[in-house]
């Protein structure tokens, strides 16, 4: 039997199979109605755990356009949650033999990895607390593919909130992936989070440089623009001159809302950035597509709605054929040609019976029955940790290795001698001590 | 493309249609189970901003037994209404692709129009606030022309609040459209309102003549019966004479619960009206069918659960054929020979920017992001005016226009000449100088 | 027209159709995609007076894997019911075409049983308070019936709470018709309550033997073990010696899990027995397999998750099969060969007008509007009755006869000859006076 594939997170797929589910999802949306054989006699289960009407329907119809079956549990929270069933409990049983794929929305971070290593079944990633969303990011993908023709060196604006949101973080990981320049235009105080950035620069090779964003206007005006590009500095020297960063077109503004529940200032909304018909009208925004994940507030102004460059609703009602796409493939109803990724991010056991996951809302602490701990290893050197679940970094004070059962300073040599799997984190001496460590004596 | 046809209310189907549709509908219910091929492939999604398990389920049904999906979104108040996003947003975006036709359920009266001008697929209304639910009305009529063989000179007799239910409202109107005679046996206090029986009359030359209801028997033994007929007095002068008025044969009773949630008297259940056995048992009543639009309280006793003249079950029953033939239709996947209704309705833009509209409930009001304003003519002299989207009359004080920016007592001769889009309606003189309109000087 | 068959209690099958529904389930699981013609446009109906999302999803899985379509009504508490509508009325409309089976789930005892005797369709109970949930017992029985091969000799312990679990009681009458033995090994203060075994004695022949569970170790440790057998004491001392009542050799484990909201005390947790590896290494366990109706909390051990006894997971899943096969039957799309019950349980008139039911939880006190009452005789010397709807014993203090109107003693000659559609209960003499009764002269 071949390995079950899951999405929980857009890495899950390869850049090869992502565009080749493109493709497929361009064939589907041709006639939505013409693929309901795909997935006859598959049953589709979506458990969400907090509401989501949007994301729900759009894989309820997906599936059901694909001829497939769809259970819907839209209120986990008050039903088995509620009687204290764990999240492993509950994704064993409907994937034994209830539902032939599994869609989870959880408020806790890294609760669709949870899931992944219970089911029996694919399970899909709707979104897990404020860490991925997959499909999301696949979808804005797909509309940038379908309207400009490829990835590669677009110039995308996101403005708004980069703090907090979720959509735009996996969104800038995949435009870096994918060899697209980012173009920060921030609500004053909410800019694109350090450890983003430092993520863009040490996996894509994603620089930031100061960007001129004059020619943008009204939609610039009160920020300050950062250009994000996989260029190295030294070819943006060799291949273009400073007017490469002065930003004089642009091939999508991605507008996002005020996560105004994050940030706990309600007077935000009134001052929040906006764009309108008045913003679009720089010159460089010409032919740019405007994207947004919606819900909207008030951050897209009506008169918009009608221009030909506001994709918004389009986007959203791309959902539907890329979602057909990938459950397809992970129903095993579509087979991809492209190399699937070649290894899956190993996961260490964490051996000291300790969680170290600072995230109070990870998964690894709010399940209070099925609790899994893991970590991966993101750097050797300097050391680096982050949650197999959460994917938020480790704090690591001293290191331990549970065969000498020693502690370490986490820089020193001996730290990194330690193999991964004899590997435990302390916060100090006093917890390692607590947990029966010893300092090294050498 | 042809235009999208919607059900917002009844007036959007012409007589003609109505007929071939309960044909349709008669065909469909000799074998619920023969139809699953009319709309394999077509996605129903019910939107509901308010609960309503019977009318749900109902209109699922029918899209189940033609074949097509359907996508649950039962608690719409508590998901996507509740992260602030507008309903026009939300139609955009369900009828992007997700969904091929739209069943909504909203507390807000207006909503399915509102709904309809941004949809892009058919959006049938299953029940607005206290306005329309046009479906509830059709299949009222269609078990009284199953049962009775037609329409027209049927004599129906409504029963208990007369005053504050929707249901009785519609129904009455396309009883007058067509051509039926309606006896009225109100709870007292809870008549006909005034501007229901104008309607009538304006719109169906509907005169209400006192009835002598003494052979009802207890059914009308507290209530001033009131008969409203499409014939015009001096008609019932030359065929008829004074026996007609006296109301000695009943075709149909149709029952209603009190509304008691809408007049606060908890005290009203315990001395409503109740039809029961010894009520039907009058001589004009033998052959009466008993309706009801449910669900039933206590007004009709369980005595007459089994008695043959009892058809509020099959009633109910009868909502699925009819929903059927509506929603077949209304995919495009039944063509009706007859001919549609000749004109929709005309809005007319609200250039004040203020919104005339008096009922608070409406969605005018409540809608917060996209709004959208807009009135119908309903009368040109004298000059009247009502809510493009929840149909209340607009309260007019004065009248300007919007070229000359002068305003003009309602009735008067200029205030006539004044082009229905060049129309502003003002409560007041002050409502008028404040939006910066002068008193015409001559 | 065949009549309609219903399932409300496992009573209403016969052993002979439990078995070949067995059979048919074994089919369908081995592939159960492969069954989607079965029932194709037949419509299942949850209606959910409570939630319960592993029993629905179940049932509606089972449903679309037959091909057949599913209207979920999940939350019908906050709905229909808050209307003021009746249970018989709600189901009166859902039958009448929306649906051609419906699953009912109710908090009141007896609330199927009212159901079904106002459906036009066939009704299954999914569990209608602390009463019955026969779906769930014949999903057990299959477990055992599939892993053992047989029913009949099986020696079963019952682990944890035996006094409040619903689960336990219906499984253990179950265990008892198909001649399994039943090793109760309850948590101390939560024994098989008198009135279980009383009626295990009386119907089955069943008797209590003190049982040697000594070579159970860890799970009988703090707890006296009670040994249930169908075969008769004289029996026993036949063909068996004093060992047979020591136990062994066990084929199951079935553990429940504390039903805190029922004892309310929620310190039990913390004490509650706990199946683990450990307990699960005595000898006479050795190829026991583990059954859990699920969710569990703490009551199994995580490390017996991946044990190769442990089939509580398996056992949900085999929930699909069995429903399918139920569904199936129900639906007239599955013919048996075997024969149905011969006769049903017939209800007698509560002559009295007045509710004899001690269980103020009972559908007959909670429905207000369309209540019925009935009795069921479950003993004529010594007289004893119980109520039709949710089984409980009627107390009885005097009897009447609707024809002398007299009253007599319980246990007296007279009582006993009064026809049981003639007899009434009282509680006490005041109350039979009160209902117009006298004493019987001689």
Known sequence: MPRIRNLVSVDDLSTAEILELFQRAKEYAKDLRAWSNVCRGRILASLFYEPSTRTRLS????????????????????????????????????????????????????????????ALVPVVNAGDGSHEHPTQTLCDLYTLWIEKGRLEGLDVVLAGDLRYSRTIHSFVYALARFGANIVCVPHRGLELPEYVVRRLREE??????????????????????????????????????????????????????????????????????????????????????????LPRRDEIAADLDDDPRSLYFTQAARGVPVRMAILAMLLGCLELSAEPVEHEERLFPVESGVNPCPNTNCITHTEKRHQRLGY?????????????????????????????????????????????????????????LALGFSAATR
């Open 59 to 118: 894989f309820e119809s997906a599936m059901q356009r694909l001829g497939g079956g769809v259970l819907t549990a839209a209120e986990m929270s008050s039903s088995s949650a509620a009687k204290g069933e764990s999240l492993a409990d509950t994704v064993r049983v409907v994937s034994g033999a209830y539902a032939d794929l599994i869609v989870l929305r959880h408020p806790s971070e890294g609760a669709a990895r949870l899931a992944a290593e219970f």
């Open 376 to 432: 991966k290893l993101t750097s050797r050197d300097p050391l680096r940790a982050a949650c197999g679940y959460c994917a938020q970094e480790i704090p690591i004070g001293l290191v331990g290795c549970t065969t000498t059962r020693h502690f370490h300073p986490r820089d020193s040599a001996a730290a990194r001698k330690i193999r991964p799997d004899h590997l435990v984190f302390f916060r100090d001496e006093q917890q390692a």
């Open 204 to 293: 894509h090779g994603t620089e930031p440089v100061r960007a001129d964003a004059s020619d943008l206007g009204d939609l610039a005006r009160e920020s300050d623009a950062v250009y994000l590009t996989p260029n190295k500095p030294h070819q943006l020297s060799l291949f273009t001159d400073a007017r490469v960063l002065r930003v004089d077109r642009v091939d999508a503004v991605y507008m996002t809302r005020a996560q105004t529940e994050r940030h706990g200032d309600a007077d935000m909304a009134s001052r929040y950035m906006r764009l309108s018909q008045s913003a679009m009208s720089a010159a460089p925004l010409k032919e740019a597509i405007v994207m947004h994940p």
